[in-house]
């Protein structure tokens, strides 16, 4: 079942922060995100495996809430090359293929 | 070590023609896995191969799309004959076992005319 993802888009300024949200109607086995450029490929950011888990580098972080049912993606004091379509990507089973959500257009000007 | 790459990067074809895509994923990763993101929508699972074995096809649309994995290396998906509906960017990503994050190759872009 696809995830839902939140929002849609996003326009910031450089330095301003956003959040992404990823939910899922049923508990998940581990949550991926990805950042992908126009023309090039997805780049995995981090996965999430346990519930109540939070990690992160640099100035992006992301959770997962107890019931493993949603995920938020934080961006803080955005840059320019924060720029792109953010994807959450859920696992059902360990080894299962990645379900990904609509996707987050995020854009940062200068 | 060299990321996970796919051939072409673009194609045009015309409806009911061949079109063979190939992946070659990251050295060592025995789980493959292809993709298919349709303008405008989400990328979607299509199969998923361990080595030469095909684990998970569910996702593959129809029967004009073939997939190999001939030897676990390389990956090519074959669409024949083409329809209109074919048309999107399709993604190849690898698994190493007993890890759980996918690398993504670039993409090949598929046009159908």
Redesign the interface.
């Known amino acids: 079942q ?1 995830p839902v993802q939140s929002p849609q888009a996003v326009i910031l300024r450089e330095g301003e922060d956003a959040v992404i949200n990823c939910s899922s109607s049923k508990a998940l086995y ?1 949550v ?1 995100w ?1 950042r992908q450029k126009h ?6 950011l981090m ?1 999430l ?1 346990k519930g109540g888990e939070q990690k992160g580098h640099d100035k992006i972080s992301a959770s997962f809430n107890e019931k493993k049912q949603q995920s938020s993606l934080y961006l803080t004091a955005s840059q320019l090359s924060y720029s792109g379509t953010y ?1 959450c ?1 859920t ?1 059902n089973n ?10 987050t257009r995020l854009m940062v000007k200068p | 070590e060299a990321g996970v790459t796919q051939f072409p990067s673009h194609s045009v074809i015309e409806k009911g023609q061949t079109v063979t895509l190939r992946c070659d994923p990251i050295s060592g990763h025995d789980n493959l896995y292809w993709y298919r993101r349709v303008m405008g929508k989400e990328i979607k699972f299509l199969l998923h191969f361990v080595k030469e074995s095909k684990q998970d096809e569910s996702g593959m649309p129809n029967n004009r799309f073939l997939a190999e994995r001939t030897g676990g290396t390389y990956s090519t998906l074959k669409v024949q004959p083409a329809e209109l509906e074919d048309s999107g960017v399709y993604f190849c990503a690898s698994r190493r076992d007993s890890y759980n994050e996918q690398f993504f190759g670039p993409g090949t872009r598929l046009t159908v005319l």
Do not use: D, K, R, W
């Open positions: 696809q581990s991926h990805y023309g090039e490929a997805p780049v995995f996965i495996l994807f990507g696992v360990a080894g299962n293929m990645l379900t990904f959500g609509g996707g």
